[in-house]
Nanobody, 114 residues
Framework: QVQLVESGGGLVQPGGSLRLSCAAS????????MGWYRQAPGKQRELLAA??????NYADSVKGRFTISRDNAKNTVYLQMNSLKPEDTAVYYC?????????WGQGTQVTVSS
């Protein structure tokens, strides 16, 4: 069992930056593929970025603006978000996946508005 707790969301102006954190507990963190997703009102949840074995993947919508990283010693995964746009407004979720195991955090709201 893995518990995931996101933090770092909030209100930011267009062009600003935020860093989301996701703290994991309860299992061997390093074995999991960690990902960040988001879900805007009326839209499906979408995968933004994932990291595993040092490799990262990004959705086209955030490539070059968002950076995923992890600190296995701290059981934490991060999402650095730069050049934020109003369309980035959504609830952001952390995900941990290993074989058939799949865990989600409770989400953190990010609002990009002037």
């Amino acid at each position: 069992q893995v518990q995931l707790v996101e933090s770092g969301g909030g209100l930011v102006q267009p062009g600003g930056s935020l860093r989301l954190s996701c703290a994991a507990s309860g299992s061997i963190f390093s074995i999991y593929v960690m990902g960040w997703y988001r879900q805007a009102p009326g839209k499906q949840r979408e995968l933004l970025a994932a990291i595993s074995d040092g490799k990262t993947n990004y959705a086209d919508s955030v490539k070059g603006r968002f950076t995923i990283s992890r600190d296995n010693a701290k059981n934490t995964v991060y999402l650095q978000m730069n050049s934020l746009k109003p369309e980035d407004t959504a609830v952001y979720y952390c995900n941990a996946r290993f074989r058939q195991l799949d865990y989600w955090g409770q989400g953190t709201q990010v609002t990009v508005s002037s």
